[in-house]
């Protein structure tokens, strides 16, 4: 999911370290649409928080495991689903207009499909591990759960970097707009809501203020009151009294 059609005023419209070089590149280009932003916000804490929960999870608990291990799998489906499209739309449309572009980030999803393979393989161990083996099968997940955000984590940096750079170079912001919509279209309603849910809590007041802006406009009443519903537990009081002052204004 890229940032689910919604990174501007309408529904229509939309949904660190670096080098000087990309910070300058980003200061010159503020004003041009950025797919990515709010998306690898919403993946950066997702990964933040399950990395957390397998780091302190207590092994001998079973509701314990089975809760946690329900999230590393809703992780995964996340990443997986934002994975393949941003192969099936962001990817054709640069190598369409600048052939290669695409390359490095390309190879970087591949070395990712094969981790999301290994990180289920790590969860079914723990699954069916003997209680004496379960600690260890626990601590094998952290660690190779932590080298896949370490690795995502620099990925996503290149794909806002070097990728932007060139969807800015080769796109209009309406054509951007037009891509993100199609992936969001593409999307099931409830992957839409998992992935709303730590997009929401990620965002700045002004950047939550947009998102939910542009879904006021572009979703029903009905539809528009559950996604709040959604994302109210997420949010602190003032995030939240900020938001509804922006939507009342």
Request: negative net charge; proline residues 4%.
């Amino acid at each position: 999911m890229e940032q689910a059609g919604m990174n501007s005023t309408s529904a229509h419209d939309a949904s660190g370290f670096a080098p000087a070089s990309v910070t300058r590149r980003r200061t010159d280009a503020t004003r041009r649409y950025d797919i990515y932003l709010f998306v690898h916000k919403g993946l950066r804490s997702f990964m933040g928080e399950a990395l957390t929960a397998v780091g302190r999870l207590d092994p001998e608990d079973g509701v314990e495991v089975t809760r946690v291990l329900t999230q590393i799998r809703g992780l995964l489906e996340i990443c997986r689903s934002h994975l393949n499209k941003e192969n099936e739309y962001v990817h054709p449309a640069m190598e369409a207009r600048r052939s290669g572009s695409c390359a490095r980030t390309a190879q970087d999803h591949a070395g990712h499909e094969r981790a999301f393979d290994e990180l289920e393989a790590g969860a079914r161990a723990i699954e069916s591990a003997s209680d004496e083996a379960r600690a260890a099968a626990v601590a094998r997940l952290y660690r190779h759960l932590a080298v896949f955000i370490a690795e995502n984590f620099a990925h996503m940096e290149i794909e806002e970097s070097e990728n932007n750079a060139v969807l800015w170079a080769t796109h209009t912001d309406a054509e951007l707009m037009a891509i993100e919509q199609a992936i969001v279209a593409s999307i099931p309603p409830q992957q839409k809501a998992a992935m709303l849910r730590w997009m929401a809590p990620s965002l700045t007041p002004c950047e939550r203020a947009r998102l939910f802006t542009g879904l006021k406009r572009g979703v029903p009443e009905e539809a528009f009151a559950g996604m709040l519903t959604l994302v109210k537990p997420h949010l602190g009081n003032r995030d939240w009294s900020k938001l509804m002052a922006a939507l009342s204004g």
